[in-house]
T-cell receptor, first 118, second 113 residues
Framework: DTGVSQNPRHKITKRGQNVTFRCDPI?????LYWYRQTLGQGPEFLTY????????KSRLLSDRFSAERPKGSFSTLEIQRTEQGDSAMYLC????????????????FGPGTRLTVL | SQKIEQNSEALNIQEGKTATLTCNYT??????LQWYRQDPGRGPVFLLL?????KEKRKERLKVTFDTTLKQSLFHITASQPADSATYLC????????????FGSGTRLLVRP
């Protein structure tokens, strides 16, 4: 399967614990996005990477959240001192940004990691 | 503030009919508008993209219209099938460096056999 993969698919943790999620994008894609989705809502942008550089972070991304993309390949999203409000589906997407008149190509989403904070 | 509105009530139609879903937005000037399909427990899947200078785009049984004056997009599925049952998300995108997507909350479509 050459799509975007995310691990784990589900994570249940107790409030106050740290969690880390992993995203493996489509191999030639240089852009990687993290979104968060709560029940009944659409995904909300959290942050994105162009290769290994983190270029934008949403104000939704509090200082308890950190994301990395070492070597411009896979990415990790860590949440420290989890709170019940962090319970959501965390989605990763990748795309190939190219030069040209638009530079935009569609984003391919992974299956998501569902986080439940008890 | 920027707002994207999709009908929160589920759309329930008979197989073979045309499903029409609406996306309205305010305080936003997107360069692109996109429609995604999302099944329960899965990530969104890209369906169609339409640019601000385009009025209509088609792909097989799907048709999208984009009216930047009304700030509205309509998404049509013709000859609907039970397999089309899913949540459909509208997403806007500015032509800035991030290409991040701003999503509506989605409309659930149920196609009865």
């Amino acid at each position: 399967d050459t799509g975007v993969s995310q691990n784990p698919r589900h994570k249940i943790t107790k409030r106050g614990q740290n969690v880390t999620f992993r995203c493996d994008p489509i191999s030639e894609h240089n852009r990687l996005y993290w979104y968060r989705q709560t029940l009944g809502q659409g995904p909300e942008f959290l942050t994105y990477f162009q290769n290994e550089a983190q270029l934008e972070k949403s104000r939704l991304l509090s200082d308890r959240f950190s994301a990395e993309r070492p070597k411009g390949s896979f990415s990790t999203l860590e949440i420290q001192r989890t709170e019940q409000g962090d319970s959501a589906m965390y989605l990763c997407a990748s795309s190939l940004a190219s030069r040209g008149t638009s530079g935009y190509n569609e984003q391919f989403f992974g299956p998501g990691t569902r986080l439940t904070v008890l | 503030s920027q707002k994207i509105e999709q009908n929160s009530e589920a759309l329930n139609i008979q197989e073979g009919k045309t499903a029409t879903l609406t996306c309205n937005y305010t305080n936003y000037s997107p360069a692109y508008l996109q429609w995604y399909r999302q099944d329960p427990g899965r990530g969104p899947v890209f369906l169609l993209l339409i640019r601000e200078n385009e009025k209509e785009k088609r792909k097989e049984r799907l048709k999208v219209t984009f009216d930047t004056t009304l700030k509205q997009s309509l998404f049509h599925i013709t000859a609907s099938q039970p397999a089309d049952s899913a949540t459909y998300l509208c997403a806007l995108m500015k032509l800035d460096s991030s290409y991040k997507l701003i999503f509506g909350s989605g409309t659930r479509l149920l196609v009865r056999p």
